[in-house]
């Protein structure tokens, strides 16, 4: 167990030290895209609000809960990219020479990658709230859900990705197949229109994808109103959802490694 | 108990048959060579021996732990210098050998003495604060040596340590390995140079096609050519050099045999090594009354027995290519 954790803490260490010398890369790269949904569909879409159904205040404040998932998305989805470039480089034989429990790769990658996902949460609840007021109405309780709910969403979408860095080959097949993931993942999901200007089949669709419920919940939690029981439902889903991405995952794995 | 046990290895990807039938020890205190050409199943060795790859079939041991079911007692005893540099270029150099200190659990005091002396031996001291980023090839394969050292292993495996290298760090990092091999590390390493083979390793085993084609210290498999060699060329016309040969082969007891050009004009004679048996050569040649054009005399060569076990050269020549 100790020696689990000085294994953990430095491989953590390592993508923080990284990550420390590609400030730029991570700006622009993570924060900014996400920012400029924000601003550009913001302004874009203000009368969607005029829509039968629709329940929060301006498209702004629908919106923002739409952003939060999508970062989480984003660099959930992205979770295995460092992962598969070791892989590439000859640096992961390195790592797997040493007498190390396998599983320390894999959850330094989890630690590192949600630490990033809180930050970037934070950052665009912040931008949401400088450029436009618009904030969590549930208070800090509240605050506190919403990442818990970004958090379990990412937990599984990073189990996914690693396991697709360890499964497929080369980094050219891998980022096409995360554009193909993406897309269909935030149209066929409550980011950026509600349920009911859905056509039926979309909205159908759109009730199986667990990014759905992630987004119903921190949007609920945004514009203020307490629903438990769709909060601990949605809780559930996310669960379940994490379970099944990390049992596949550890399976895709550990044939791999041993 | 030896270093490595090898015993039948036999690893297929697929259907292709990258290691067959291998079987080898390598012992205590020893600098091993795994020599063969690209493809013969180097590196699948190193990395069964380096429990990232499972064998097909066969036992591997390294320092009494069996590879299957102890990999970790394995991975323990062994440090790893792959073959393509595995470093990270946002890293500095002492951020690298503290990362893998932390993966062989150092304590902090231990890894901090540690990382001087391997920086000391690598002469990294002055650098290791640079991102990898500003290293040099050379640099880098210095960084490369120094993680596979951190570990204090009891083996260090060194896949080709000088591919791509320039002439001065080769032999810097052959430097290392004997200073290494004298403070009595066992070594194994693969290459595909000779020359590396011959100055370094103590024993060698070639490989070709996955297959051991011969064993042994480069000296015995050079002696085991049958000796030195005299290449004798005589003027064009009729020579009659079976005559000639037969004589050779029966007056003189230091030659172990001749082979002769079809075109009659060159001969090739192994003697017992040793320049002496030149001047009674050529004395004999000219008595049976034959005029000598040119004479040569060679020893045998590490490429000499690579192209006698196998057929081939090591590398196809860079004319042809
Ligand atoms: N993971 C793999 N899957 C399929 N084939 C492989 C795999 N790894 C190696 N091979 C094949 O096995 C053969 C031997 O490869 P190996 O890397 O062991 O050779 P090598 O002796 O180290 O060569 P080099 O001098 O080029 O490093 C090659 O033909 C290679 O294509
Ligand atoms: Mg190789």
Redesign the pocket.
Known sequence: MRLLLQETRALTMRSVKRLSRERISMIFGLIQPMLFWLILFGNLFQKTAQIPGFQAPDYITFLTAGVVVMTVLNSGLSGGVDLLFDKESGFLERLLSAPINRNSLIYSRFIFVMGITSVQILVILLAAFLLFGVYPHSGLVGLAFIMLVGLLFGLGLIAISLTLAFAIKGHGNFFALMGFLTLPLIFLSTALVPIQAMPGWMAFLAGFNPMTYAIEAVRELIIGGWHWGHLLKVLVVLLAFDAVSIGLSSRVFHRQVG | MKAIEIHNLKKT??E?N?VENLTLDVEKGEVFGLL?P????????IRTILTLLKPTEGQVTVWGHDVVTQPRDVRQVLGYVP?EKAVDRFLTGREHLILVADLYHLTRPEAKKRIEDVLALVDLSQKADELVNHYSGGMKKKLDIACGMIPNPKILVLD?PTLGLDVESRIRIWDYIRRLQKSGLTILM?T?YLDEADQLCDRIAILDRGRLAAMGSPESLKKGLGGDRVTVRFGPGRNRLEELSDALKKELAFVNGIKLSPADHEMEIRVASNEEAISPLIQKIHQHGHLILAIQYSRPTLEDVFITYTGHKIKEDSALL
Request: hydrophobic fraction near 20%.
């Open positions: 990807f697929g292709k990258v063969g690209n493809g013969a199943g180097k590196t699948t060795t073959q080709e693969t595909n």
